[in-house]
């Protein structure tokens, strides 16, 4: 089992072809084959959007982007990942940015439901995070604050009894 020095979470970017992705299926097969080859364990992966592209990508002039988050040990490769998607035809792009920044907790509200939970859990203990808890009291809400009449600060600001005068500007 890797130490927390020899985890390192990924970000990926995948964009892929919109007639691939329609069969969502088989797209999240493939690319985490793509991942599971160079060693990677996959937190999740999900479909972001679809969009006319800004120039024409091969033979594509719409794609669909394909958000992954993943964890290698050191022995993993990167360069592996990047070859085995300029090699696929259903890849038309790809960027992968470290994610060591990231908690796990943050990377469930990237990906929503699509999360590995087994591998989710066992980043979270290895790297001593705590999930946080959903909270149980229920805050009453505090009266809006009233904005102060122009040339005088509130009582409580200033712990006198009434308006203060403005200070005259030195113009």
């Known amino acids: 089992m890797p130490t927390p020095d020899d985890l390192r979470l990924y970000e990926a970017m995948f964009l892929v072809d919109t007639g691939d992705a329609a069969s969502w299926d088989d797209m999240t097969k493939n690319l985490q084959g793509i991942l599971t080859r160079a060693g990677a364990d996959l937190i999740g992966i999900t479909r972001w959007d679809e969009r006319k592209l800004a120039y024409t990508v091969g033979k594509h002039k719409r794609g669909t982007y394909v958000l992954a988050f993943f964890a290698m040990g050191k022995e993993g490769s990167v360069t592996q990942i990047e070859r085995d998607c300029q090699l696929s035809e259903k890849v038309a792009r790809l960027l992968i940015l470290r994610a060591d920044h990231f908690k796990v907790a943050d990377m469930r509200v990237q ?4 999360v590995n939970e087994e591998v989710a859990a066992r980043i979270t203990a290895l790297r001593g995070e705590t999930e946080p808890e959903a909270a149980t009291e229920t805050a009453e809400p505090k009266p809006a604050a009233r904005p102060a009449p122009a040339g005088s600060v ?13 200070e005259p500007s030195a113009t």
């Open 111 to 114: 990906l929503g439901e699509d």
């Open 154 to 166: 509130r009582a409580e600001a200033t712990g006198q009894a009434g308006p203060v005068p403005a």
